[in-house]
């Protein structure tokens, strides 16, 4: 479920983009606050332990195209690594990563 704190204020640009949240939400990973060059989640990461809330700094966002058919972020989290995230069409994804080995 989208966070209460965004009831009502989601806006999603594609119904898939509203289901992934709505799923990671469901897997403890709870969308908090998005702004143009950040996003906040309360994440749930030990069973038992009370959720914390971590931003993360968007570096990066490839629009999707179709082209490309497929849209990807990347990410710098609090401890200064960066996470590259791509959803797409799987066929497009499972191309590319056949060619990578």
Do not use: C, N
């Amino acid at each position: 479920m989208v966070s209460s704190h965004l009831q009502g204020r989601f806006e999603s640009e594609s119904p898939d983009e509203e289901a992934l949240v709505l799923a990671a939400a469901k897997m403890g990973f709870e969308l908090i606050k998005r702004e143009k060059d950040s996003i906040t989640l309360r994440e749930w990461l030990t069973p038992g332990e009370p959720p914390v809330e971590r931003e993360y700094k968007i570096m990066a966002v490839l629009a999707f195209t179709h082209v490309r058919k497929r849209m990807s972020i990347i990410v710098k989290d609090p401890e200064g690594q960066l996470l590259l995230y791509t959803k797409g069409k799987l066929w497009t994804l499972y191309t590319l990563l056949a060619l990578l080995g």
